[in-house]
């Protein structure tokens, strides 16, 4: 009996170390290096005159700012370009960047962002009892080409769901 009861509190001992939250760990890298002043300001500004969630650009302003020239996989003597994919939770920003360090193409995936205030209202309206369950934006960025942005909404009321597509 006494070896049931150490056991039973032994056992319940151990699952609450375990209900504490995860902690996040970030190993920085000493050899990476961001740029103070971006040869990448195309891109930024490429940005600047649409409605987009301050997360969003502050994410694409880390990948901006990064140094192709201080990775180990960088060559000098080698004109090629380099493929830099960047990770923050859910969201994912791939760089294509030359050989001098611009970015020439990016693909962009970010979840649970906010909608703009005037696509938000719009599907308010237009959709009246539906709310707004989750929200995708897909960024792709071409150099020297408009950028295009879809915003993938999943609508829902009761039971019901609806997925829209909105192009800006």
């Known amino acids: 009996m006494k070896t049931l ?3 039973l509190l032994f056992l ?3 699952n609450l170390t ?3 939250n995860e902690l996040a760990y970030t190993k920085v890298n000493s050899k990476t290096t961001f740029k103070t002043a971006t040869i990448n300001s195309a891109f930024i500004n490429s940005f600047t005159s649409t409605d987009i969630s301050k997360r969003i650009l502050s994410f694409q302003k880390t990948a ?5 020239t201080t990775n180990p996989v960088y060559r000098p003597n080698n004109p090629s370009t380099y493929t830099v994919v960047f990770k923050e939770a859910n969201n ?4 294509l960047y030359s050989h001098s360090g611009e970015i020439l193409s990016s693909n962009q995936t970010f979840t649970d962002i906010r ?7 719009k599907i308010t309206m ?13 960024i792709a ?6 950028v295009n942005i879809v915003y993938k909404v999943k609508l829902k009321n009761g039971d019901q769901t609806k997925t829209l597509r909105i192009a800006e």
Do not use: K, M, R
């Open 141 to 146: 960025y071409t150099q020297g080409e408009p």
């Open 12 to 14: 319940g001992l151990t």
């Open 126 to 138: 237009e959709h009246q009892g539906w709310a707004i369950n989750h929200v995708e934006c897909h």
């Open 92 to 95: 994912l920003i791939e760089n």
């Open 18 to 20: 375990f209900s504490q």
């Open 115 to 121: 909608l703009p205030y005037n696509i938000s209202s």
């Open 64 to 68: 901006a700012d990064y140094d192709i």
């Open 5 to 7: 009861v150490l056991g």
